[in-house]
């Protein structure tokens, strides 16, 4: 028995699955933000061109699918599975996208840390052989978000400035270990998150939630790979926006594994200009990560700006229905590993 | 590249990951049905003694992993991953129980189809040596669900005789490659399904709903592995109820892939004594195949009653904001082989 687990949590992929493809769209406010110019599509409209958010949703998922696809030269023919989730009940937009698609679909749920699950999944689904080929995608539109989670939006209630504005888009990444594929990153280690708690109740605040849970994923990570943070060009968090960027900045302090400011990002806080946007606390959601990255960081992977870095996006796993019987809010933090194609293995 | 894939969506497990513990818990009327004597726990209340059905779900949840994990003589500490879901907005049966556990928890949502969904990733992850042992999950609770997808349950309303009955209960299966460990079952190979929508639209007939996509799934696998129903002891559906089942039999029959009766078998129609508890076309939910399949499935497996045979759960993949947007009810189903351990590969 060959186990390629390394210490308690984190997973060595030996065949360094590779990232051929990705795609970022969003809605006009992400396109008007520091990201705007790296989108491969911008939707002025906040339907999207059709009837429900539900549906315009949709519209984002698949459109950042196919553009996936496409970009790596391939067809949706070509994929053997579709890994993916979103923020709504019953994770429509990912099923009701691969209904459209036909691709073999395993539906996850990690709330806003979906794009690092799946690509997580998909690491360890490609480096054991499973499949040649697969597609991880994760969205979020603040409209069908707000009204799920939060008020009608024709409430338009206060935002208290802990609040962060879910990100309008979706993301995706084709993943391959076909070697007529070209990479753009490798997947070479991967760490799967428990959910930490440490009692906050404000849903206002989802960044003071999650921060807790990337730290205790952070930490595994590095103790299992024996690493610190400087062994990283870049440390990168999905949604904790300020507030729990400043929390898991103290948090690592506290454990003497202390983040280069100038070497760790959080996706909420590069998306939108938050004083400019008035996006309070910064961006959140299923999609801030997955576009982030796709937009910003894989391109940068691919030309060998970045060696080596950190994925790790967070999720904070409650509903209305559990912060309603009083219930704190959970979080969960996964992270891969993601090298440039050129670094050696 | 030695890829494991055989055909289209199935994959070969060549290292035949163990199913190594079970357990399964239900309610009162599951404890009152035909599987009633072979649960490891009934409890007689529906709120198992908590303040909340969701409370009570929860409760079920830990208690199948629990148990499940000592019947193989293990600690939590042991086990590397969760993979659950369930039928709640934003799976918080899931997520609170892996808050409970502290197992690194892979979140996932497949309705119905969960807890094929997660033995089938569950065994890609072990053959692919990054995990030793996981625990595979999956509830359901028919006050949750009753009153989170249809009603309130104090509007007291009529059923119609298409309409299955959510099982109150939760089953889990430790799956290993650790020899120590005793084998139960061995999960062979897996399929993956798509989503499979032919239009219906009615939410109380979910299973004709999801009978195409169990179609889809059991002729992919066939044909994939060459093989008939009869190259198998037993196939098993998860919750078609008899409108599904009875589907199913006539779409395998025009693909000239007759499924013989008296080895077909549909978890909602075992699960409870239609006539004598009322439940119209039969069982549904997350548990019912999760219960079925450890109550009565595994046991049979092990003893070499059963040789070879297919688990295949099926889900329903809407939510009540879909069904009311006027979307129809897309269907998915994914497949595990199971062979008894005692079959040599």
Known sequence: MALKRVGAQTVDLPLRPAICGCAAVGGKMEGEGPLGGLLDQVFSDERCGQASFELAEKRLFLEAVH???????????????????????????????????????????????????????????????????????????FCTAERQYRFPLEFASQRSPTAQWTVTGAGAALVSLDERDTPLARISRVCMGRVVDLGVTDANNMGAAMAPAAADTLLSLLTDTHTTPDDYDLIVTGDLGQVGHDLLCQLMREQRMALDEKRYVDCGLVIYDREAQDVHAGGSGCGCSAVTLSAALLPRLASGDIGRMIFMATGALMSPTSSQQGESIPGIAHAVVLESPGRSA
């Open 67 to 141: 553009r996936a696809i496409k970009k790596a030269g391939l067809q949706t023919g070509d994929i053997q599975f579709l890994l993916g989730g979103d923020l709504l009940n019953q994770i429509i937009t990912s099923a009701f996208s691969a209904r459209e698609l036909g691709i073999p679909f395993i539906g996850l749920y990690g709330a806003c840390s979906t794009m690092a699950e799946s690509l997580a999944l998909s690491g360890m689904l490609l480096d054991g052989e499973h499949a040649l080929r697969v597609v991880c995608a994760a969205s979020s539109h």
